[in-house]
């Protein structure tokens, strides 16, 4: 069996507790393995399999493998109780906000302290951006980071050890038609709860849910590339609501947005590469939605977590990344033009031009 295709076999036990086929595991087959696993930020979900399905390895991988896992559920530990800090504080001064992504999702998970943790996304409307943001810097003593040209979507700052980015936008497309409907579905959704260590943390329903997480991973994977781990949630998020994901209003949104065939291209990796059940993903999958898959595919592994590899210049190196970054979406843009049209269209006439004109005036 090809690596990529034993760690997608590796994650479905991990996503769905069922168990593996073999027994044991040479050191070169692990070795490879943790390394790609590492790039598609799924390391904890990796071991875990190996753990939980008593695969044998010889000493030092065994060791190595153990302590990955107990790292990383030490550092969900300590993601887990500053996002009950944020919660506490926010509630205690009456402003409303939501968290997306993250621990939100990792609580569906069968092994939630497997899922590697990142940093803490949390959404304020406008009425209450910047009373939350106030109320953290004088309570935490922090200071708020942003670039220029992203200030009207997020801010960010580090607390205990912890990185958070606190957003007004959670998506910033560059159709103004398009960002208009999907700020309205964000501020029509209604608030459900996940529990993170006994507190209850406000997140979207789950249809937004839904929307948002394959928004969040589709952008992400057509500019630069971007993890298993991504996939992992989306196909962690469809399986857990099944039965309560309104499919004529997800099908609604997707079409007035035209990203209707790119969310169902996504779903064939979901699917054929990490075993979502057929019938729990919301919509029928054609050979045309499978024709994407292997170049999809190809993105996520030479690119992963973030598009952070296979490139030739390191990220944020100077010029030449700069128009290697450029040269890449607009390469992905046009070749999966027909996942989505209009929003497509707007960046390489629009979004494009304006960061291409922004990076000359900035270097």
Request: with cysteine; hydrophobic share 40%.
């Amino acid at each position: 069996m090809k690596k990529n295709d034993l760690l997608c076999l590796m994650l479905r036990s991990a996503l769905w507790s069922t168990p593996l086929k073999f027994q044991k595991m040479p050191s070169e087959a692990y070795r490879a393995l943790m390394n790609t696993a590492e790039k598609q930020t799924v390391t904890g979900l990796f071991c875990h399999t190996l753990i939980a399905n008593n695969v044998k390895l010889i000493k030092y991988d065994a060791v190595e493998s153990l302590a990955q896992l107990q790292h990383i559920e030490e550092r969900n530990k300590q993601v887990n109780k500053a996002l009950v800090d944020l919660c506490t504080l926010l509630n205690r001064h009456d402003i409303k906000f939501i968290v997306v992504k993250g621990q939100t999702l990792a609580s569906l998970y069968p092994t939630p302290t497997a899922r590697i943790p990142g940093d803490i996304d949390f959404y304020c409307d406008a009425e209450n951006f910047d009373k939350a943001k106030k109320v953290i810097e004088e309570s935490w003593n922090v200071s708020f980071k942003y670039d220029a040209k992203d200030v009207k979507q997020h801010m960010s700052f580090e607390y205990d050890g912890i990185d958070f980015e606190q957003h007004l936008m959670l998506c910033n497309f560059s159709s103004p038609s398009i960002q208009k409907l999907f700020d309205q579905y964000i501020n029509d959704a209604n608030t459900v709860y996940a529990t993170v260590e006994g507190t209850a943390v406000p997140t979207l329903e789950p249809t937004i849910n839904v929307l948002y997480t394959f928004l969040h991973l589709y952008r992400h994977l057509i500019e630069l590339g971007c993890s298993l781990r991504q996939f992992c949630d989306l196909a962690i998020l469809l399986h857990h609501f099944k039965n309560q994901i309104d499919r004529p209003k997800l099908s609604l949104m997707l079409k007035q947005i035209q990203h209707e065939k790119a969310f169902c291209a996504i779903g064939t990796i979901l699917v054929d590469c990490l075993g979502l059940p057929e019938d729990e993903f919301p919509f029928e999958l054609t050979k045309t939605h499978r024709s994407y898959k292997e170049e999809l595919l190809k993105i996520i592994f030479t690119r992963g977590n973030f598009g952070k590899y296979g490139r030739k210049h390191a990220v944020r190196s100077g010029i030449g990344y700069y128009m290697e970054t450029f040269a890449l979406k607009i390469r992905h843009q046009v070749r999966f033009f027909r996942l989505a049209p209009k929003e497509n269209l707007a960046t390489l006439t629009r979004g494009l031009p304006q960061k291409i004109f922004e990076a000359i005036k900035r270097h």
